[in-house]
T-cell receptor
């Protein structure tokens, strides 16, 4: 079953632009995580935000979490061609494994 | 340090056969997770093992099974293969749950096994 739903499903931007992806989920969580997947290979963990945090930064990544709306956003600033990948949000509920959304496919063209 | 390793990389089976997929976690990780990623779909949770025990199971039929060995490596078995089982099977590992919940680490994924059922 899917817990998170990313929006949009696909996003195309130019190098240097910012990319924003959104994630909505259904039940209360301990934390929410974002992952990147290149070309159908393994996922790479990007950032984790806890349920009592509202915003977190890591390099060019900024994640926000609104638990009242059960939503999160991932902002990638100054996008590069190498950022082209699929991005997934995943929610951590107590006692279960991470539940992933269907992902947003980001295409950054030069 | 070696990452999460999965074998084989590709596997082609005939409908009705059995498939065995293997995963070795990062040293120090005791939790192993299996996910199925069919074309165009997100990751569907299959199984979670921690310290040799099955902790949680996703909404998959019983012909999907697995186990975790004393060295924390894991095996996923799929019996009576069906065409719709064709997918990328991803294994991930993490620290044991009590430690993982307090950390800022996520899962570490392997590169996956591409299973094709013909």
């Amino acid at each position: 079953s899917q817990q998170g739903e990313e929006d949009p499903q696909a996003l195309s931007i130019q190098e240097g632009e910012n990319a924003t992806m959104n994630c909505s989920y259904k039940t209360s969580i301990n934390n929410l995580q974002w992952y990147r997947q290149n070309s159908g290979r393994g996922l790479v963990h990007l950032i984790l935000i806890r349920s009592n945090e509202r915003e977190k930064h890591s390099g060019r990544l900024r994640v926000t979490l609104d638990t009242s709306k059960k939503s999160s956003s991932l902002l990638i600033t100054a996008s590069r061609a190498a950022d082209t990948a699929s991005y997934f949000c995943a929610t951590d509920q107590a006692g279960t494994a991470l539940i992933f959304g269907k992902g947003t496919t980001l295409s950054v063209s030069s | 340090e070696a990452g999460v390793t999965q074998s084989p990389t590709h596997l082609i089976k005939t409908r009705g056969q059995q498939a065995t997929l293997r995963c070795s976690p990062i040293s120090g990780h005791t939790s192993v997770y299996w996910y199925q990623q069919a074309l165009g779909l997100g990751l569907q949770f299959l199984l979670w093992y921690d310290e040799g025990e099955e902790r949680n199971r996703g909404n998959f039929p019983p012909r999907f099974s697995g186990r975790q060995f004393p060295n924390y490596s894991s095996e996923l078995n799929v019996n009576a293969l069906e065409l719709e089982d064709s997918a990328l099977y991803l294994c991930a590992s993490s620290l044991r749950m009590e430690v993982f919940l307090l950390s800022n680490y996520g899962y570490t994924f392997g590169s996956g096994t591409r299973l094709t059922v013909v």
